[in-house]
Each structure stands twice: as structure tokens, then as C-alpha cells.
């Protein structure tokens, strides 16, 4: 391979990666996405208002309610609903979406306490976006592993970006791989879609120029070998690097690496200077 070829593979991998990366950040910035959420308020027993959202809310035996005031409305399935309405028992990691005005009221459960987070627009975090700092992206942090299954998905309880908070999650199996010649293994969890498989991870980056409690790489499914490739130019933050408003999972205590993997994603701008209002 010739110089010139080996300049057009690189551009070529630098283009790829520009435009996923792009991508990834439109999605973060879209209308109800993370960055709109203006408040995270936890349920109980008592009906209590907050002044982003309509109505008084509460969860009980029966699952979330709310109470809406005269000429207050939320908009449920593409229903209006005036008054008393009840969203039922939410899943854990489960979610429904009201539709308020131009806002969204997320209604969801996450370490088995009820919650709603009202996204609005119009949020400066989300019009003020610039985009996500990165490494530049480089085809020497892209390694082959090799997945291997556990006889029977593991439960592992990790942390939250949310203090007190818990997540339970299956772990399908782990990855095994080199970088720079050391060997090194992070467990993995199912992916977003059927087979492939995500891993969380923090290295000797985080808290210098990546941020501090986490970074997500997702995977595409093992090949019949358990072949894997991961690319740590594709690693991104989760929405707790934008805002304290989520309740990320942290990484299993394994998952933290003791090199530096300098490439993907860096610590938010939105954690190194203040959103004006």
C-alpha cells in the first residue's frame, strides 16, 4: 500500500466518523431529547406541583397519577386528558411521554422510584449547543476482542449518576482484548438492538479530558467465534455529561480500565463553562 493510499483510507475513516458524529449529536439535540429536560422531580404519596409541568403528581399503589387544574391539559396517546388521570404501574426503565403545549412530560421509573422530567425546547442547554468535543479519530483504537458468553446472564447492580440511586442490569458476557499490548476485559450488556451489546467503561482519561463517571461504546453482535470489534473512536458520553437532570448507570467496577484510551468522546463543553440564561 502506497502512501497516497494510505492518506485516502484515513480520510476516508476520518469522514465516516465525522458525519456518525454529527448524527450522534443531532440526536442528543433534538426537540425533546436530554438536553430539553428542565427538571427531575422524584414521586411519593403526596400530590405536589412543579413549575414546569401541569398539574399535581403522585404515585401509589396504582401507579403514577396527576391532577390537572381547570384549563389545564396534557395530551396522553395522542388523547387530551383534563382533571384526574392515571399512567398506570411504570416499568422499571419504562416510560410515557405527555405532551404539554410545545413541552413533554416524561413519566418513567428508573431504580424503582418514580419520576417525571418535563422536556421543554426552549431549555438553554439545548438551544445553546454547540456540539460534543472529541479525540480525533484515529484507526489505531479500533481492536479486535473476542466475547465470551456466561453460561447464564449475570444480574450486576451498578451505581447512578444519581446519588443513593441503583441500576440492575443482565450481563449477557464479556469482552476480552489488547490495547498496546495489554490485556485487559470489560463485562458487557445487551445492546440497543437484538444481539449487539454495549459496554460502560471508565479509563485513565476520565476526569482529565473525558468525563469523570462514564463513557458507553456500543458493539455490533459477536460473529460466530465471538469475533467483536470495538471502536473506542465511536465512544460517547451518556446524558449525564450534559446535565445532572439523568439518571445514568455507572460502569461495573471491572469496566475500569487502568491505560488511557484517548479517542471518542471528551468532557462536555456544558461541564467546563457556565449555559447563560
Known amino acids: 500500500m502506497t502512501v497516497q493510499d494510505t492518506l485516502t483510507d484515513l480520510a476516508a475513516f476520518t469522514s465516516a466518523?465525522?458525519?456518525?458524529?454529527?448524527?450522534?449529536?443531532?440526536?442528543?439535540?433534538?426537540?425533546?431529547?436530554?438536553?430539553?429536560?428542565?427538571?427531575?422531580?422524584?414521586?411519593?404519596?403526596?400530590?405536589?406541583?412543579f413549575p414546569d409541568a401541569p398539574g399535581a403528581w403522585w404515585t401509589d399503589g396504582d401507579g403514577v397519577g396527576?391532577?390537572?387544574a381547570?384549563?389545564?391539559?396534557?395530551?396522553?396517546?395522542?388523547?387530551?386528558v383534563r382533571?384526574?388521570?392515571?399512567?398506570?404501574?411504570?416499568?422499571?426503565?419504562?416510560?410515557?411521554?405527555?405532551v404539554w403545549g410545545d413541552a413533554v412530560i416524561e413519566v418513567a421509573k428508573r431504580g424503582g422510584q418514580d419520576l417525571i422530567r418535563p422536556r421543554h425546547p426552549e431549555n438553554p442547554l439545548r438551544t445553546r449547543f454547540t456540539g460534543t468535543p472529541a479525540y480525533a479519530p484515529h484507526p489505531r483504537w479500533v481492536v479486535t476482542g473476542t466475547y465470551t458468553p456466561f453460561a447464564e446472564p449475570r444480574p450486576t447492580t451498578v451505581g447512578a449518576a444519581v446519588e443513593?440511586?441503583?441500576?440492575?442490569?443482565?450481563?449477557?458476557?464479556?469482552?476480552?482484548?489488547?490495547?498496546?499490548g495489554t490485556p485487559l476485559r470489560l463485562t458487557a450488556f445487551n445492546g440497543h438492538t437484538p444481539g449487539s451489546l454495549q459496554v460502560l467503561f471508565t479509563d485513565a482519561t476520565s476526569g482529565v479530558t473525558t468525563y469523570a463517571a462514564n463513557r458507553s461504546l456500543g458493539i455490533d453482535a459477536p460473529a460466530a467465534d465471538g469475533t467483536v470489534t470495538l471502536d473506542f473512536n465511536r465512544a460517547t458520553n451518556l446524558p449525564c455529561a450534559y446535565t445532572d437532570l439523568a439518571t445514568?448507570?455507572?460502569?461495573?467496577?471491572?469496566?475500569?480500565?487502568?491505560?488511557?484510551v484517548e479517542a471518542g468522546e471528551q468532557i462536555p463543553y456544558e461541564r467546563t463553562k457556565p449555559i447563560a440564561e
Not at 18 to 45: C, P, V, Y
Not at 70 to 80: A, N, S
Not at 248 to 260: H, M, Q
Open 164 to 180: 443513593g440511586l441503583q441500576h440492575v442490569y443482565d450481563a449477557p458476557g464479556e469482552i476480552s482484548f489488547r490495547l498496546d
Open 70 to 80: 381547570d384549563g389545564e391539559e396534557l395530551v396522553v396517546d395522542g388523547t387530551p
Open 17 to 49: 466518523w465525522e458525519e456518525w458524529h454529527r448524527n450522534k449529536d443531532a440526536s442528543l439535540a433534538r426537540e425533546h431529547g436530554f438536553l430539553a429536560i428542565t427538571g427531575l422531580h422524584w414521586l411519593d404519596t403526596e400530590p405536589r406541583r
Open 83 to 98: 382533571g384526574r388521570h392515571g399512567f398506570g404501574v411504570i416499568p422499571e426503565r419504562g416510560g410515557v411521554e405527555a
Open 66 to 68: 396527576v391532577e390537572l
Open 248 to 260: 445514568c448507570p455507572l460502569p461495573p467496577a471491572e469496566n475500569r480500565l487502568p491505560v488511557p
